[in-house]
T-cell receptor, first 115, second 114 residues
């Protein structure tokens, strides 16, 4: 069974631009979560989607948004990019997203650099 | 808010030796889940082991085992017979179930000396 895939793997943008990252979960998984990883803040939860609905959101500004499609693929969007948005963005999928009862499998990440 | 603390930014161990990585957490909940994830240089996060708080028995997965002390809110990872492929960042993580995301510690960089 194929793992979680994320595209693109690397991205360079300039301040003020917007960016869209994509995540395809493991086949059969209906929950997708997004995390931001930076050297300073570590790994932080962005949001979780299940059946096209956002069920939970971390403490991030409204510039960070996402959506999930009927095939469970998910996209996250960051508008008006800031230098501090430079990070590794990780996507994780699970069967039903019930936290610890349901193991999250991570993708390889998208490395975003904002210049 | 729950917090997860990994007090060892870096650990080094000789190949074939045993190493223990520490993790403490803060929560007022009685039911929750704890995890150790490994992140090698490829950056792909890999689940190493998980523990349900309601289970008293410590989880084990081959050379990896945990020492779960619920009262002390401690969750350490023991790696036996360390191998070069174990070199990575190790993250301790917490979750209460539901749709909440994982809360991660800052990580421990594990170096394996040949």
């Amino acid at each position: 069974k194929a793992g979680v895939t994320q595209t693109p793997r690397y991205l360079i943008k300039t301040r003020g631009q917007q960016v869209t990252l994509s995540c395809s979960p493991i086949s059969g998984h209906r929950s997708v979560s997004w995390y931001q990883q930076t050297p300073g803040q570590g790994l932080q939860f962005l949001f979780e989607y299940f059946s096209e609905t956002q069920r939970n959101k971390g403490n991030f500004p409204g510039r960070f948004s996402g959506r999930q499609f009927s095939n469970s693929r998910s996209e996250m969007n960051v508008s008006t990019l800031e230098l501090g948005d430079s990070a590794l963005y990780l996507c994780a999928s699970s069967l039903a997203g019930f936290g610890g009862t349901d193991t999250q499998y991570f993708g390889p990440g998208t490395r975003l650099t904002v210049l | 808010a729950q917090t997860v603390t990994q007090s060892q930014p870096e650990m080094s161990v000789q190949e074939a030796e045993t190493v223990t990585l520490s993790c403490t957490y803060d929560t007022s909940e009685s039911d929750y889940y704890l995890f150790w994830y490994k992140q090698p240089p490829s950056r792909q996060m890999i689940l190493v082991i998980r523990q349900e708080a309601y289970k008293q028995q410590n989880a084990t997965e081959n050379r990896f085992s945990v020492n779960f002390q619920k009262a002390a809110k401690s969750f350490s990872l023991k790696i036996s017979d360390s191998q070069l492929g174990d070199a990575a960042m190790y993250f301790c993580a917490y979750n209460e179930g539901g749709a909440d995301g994982l809360t991660f510690g800052k990580g421990t960089h594990l170096i394996i000396q040949p």
